[in-house]
């Protein structure tokens, strides 16, 4: 499948053998268990993720199918699903790092990651520096004899800053440590970051690899087998695992993914010109134009440039809320990738836990408001906007 361009792949996705025929739609094991007639095979499938099928916990055809398709897709050797894209992220970091460790993240972080990472470093004593996304040196000069870990985010939430992957992955790899990068808003459409050196990628599959708002999920994949097994190992016995009607919605969902990703970043880019050009708004946050501090990185490794952006409004918080209030097509709702477009505000919601100085930091002002952009017309959208701005 490897040979085949991503919009096939996606249609024709992996599927666990019958005898001499299959399903043309992946099926669903809905089963917490397996039976054996040979002890060894029973066995054996306890130990390792590729294995037989032996409990729900551990393994599942329909999970399993889930987890190739998108190594399939991201170009790994395997992937380890779970129920929600922060079993994914906790799973790795809580998998590879150990008290007194020292990981290197990405300044503009996504809320939940940065609340997992205070975490650790509040009771594991696990030491965090923060760097540019896009500026290696601060990488190396960062790294110390306890580090382990690079944290990178290919698009970054709400403010859309491009990490550039090839500079960090590789500052990483020459220091000796793993690079994690979270590729939930580019989606393997957009962006691979194992082909530029990510040792891991993880995504919510929540967002646009489901695409239908109707799905909790996340899921890791690894370029080595030794990570993958780790992981897999410590997501297991944390319990982390995908169910299998999710990990069959997100199937479903991930048979359109190419077909959504071009709409969502058509709409994303007539919606941004326009309020980019609009009195009400002072700023917007979208890497395909020009006044994005990531643009010419994005151009660069990005064959388009996603369907979350952020804009901030000349009369701040009270402007931000009077826009939220009044829309009436678009939806004050949490999450992103799906068919309906959704706001919301930034720093009372997704990035809550945050301090004033570290909103500041992640270049979130009072007045910003997000929007995961869906595959409405997009004359109906800017209608709205107009209105709700009026």
């Not at 130990?47 to 987890?67: C, H, I, K, M, Q």
């Not at 899921?219 to 990990?247: K, M, N």
């Not at 931000?320 to 939806?331: P, Q, Y």
């Amino acid at each position: 499948m490897s040979e085949l361009r991503p919009e096939t792949r996606t249609v024709h996705l992996p599927q666990p053998p019958l005898n001499g025929s299959r399903p043309i739609a992946v099926p669903i094991y809905q089963t917490s268990g397996f039976v054996f007639e040979d002890p060894a095979v029973f066995a054996d499938g306890m130990g390792r993720p590729d294995g037989p099928f032996v409990y729900g916990r551990l393994s599942n055809p329909t999970v399993r199918s889930l987890e190739e398709a998108v190594a399939d897709l991201e170009g790994g050797v395997g992937a380890v699903a779970t129920a929600s894209g922060m079993g994914a992220i906790n799973s790795v970091l809580f998998g590879l790092l150990k008290p007194g460790d020292h990981l290197i993240a990405q300044k503009p972080l996504y809320g939940g990651t940065a609340t997992a990472i205070n975490d650790l470093v509040r009771r594991f004593q696990i030491g965090v520096s923060y760097v540019p996304e896009d500026d290696p040196a601060a990488l190396r000069a960062a790294v110390r004899p306890e580090t382990k870990l690079v944290y990178l985010e290919t698009i970054a939430n709400p403010v859309a800053q491009v990490a550039d992957l090839p500079g960090m992955c590789a500052a990483a790899r020459e220091a000796g440590l793993v690079s994690v990068v979270d590729n939930t808003f580019a989606s393997p459409i957009l962006c691979r970051p194992l082909e530029h050196g990510a040792d891991i990628v993880v995504h919510s599959t929540t967002k646009y690899l489901s695409g239908h708002t109707d799905v909790l999920g996340g899921i890791a994949v690894f370029a080595s087998e030794e990570l993958y097994r780790t992981v897999w190992h410590f997501a297991v016995e944390l319990g982390a695992t995908a169910d299998p009607f999710a990990a069959w919605l997100t199937l479903r969902g991930i048979q359109t993914l190419p077909l959504r990703m071009e709409r969502h970043c058509f709409n994303t880019r007539e919606l941004a010109l326009r309020l980019d050009n609009h009195p009400a708004v002072s700023a917007v946050h979208w890497p395909g134009l020009p006044s994005h501090r990531s643009h010419p990185l994005a151009r660069r490794l990005l064959p388009d440039f996603g369907g979350v952006f952020s804009f901030d409004l000349v009369g701040g918080r009270a402007a931000g809320e009077k826009f939220m209030s009044s829309v009436r097509l678009a939806l004050l709702a949490p999450s992103l990738g799906g068919v309906e477009t959704l706001i919301l505000h930034p720093a009372t919601t997704s990035h809550r836990s945050l301090t004033v100085e570290e909103l500041a930091r992640h270049g979130i002002g009072e007045g910003t408001v997000r929007v995961a952009v869906g595959i409405e017309h997009i004359e109906d959208l800017w209608a709205d906007f107009q209105q709700a701005l009026s």
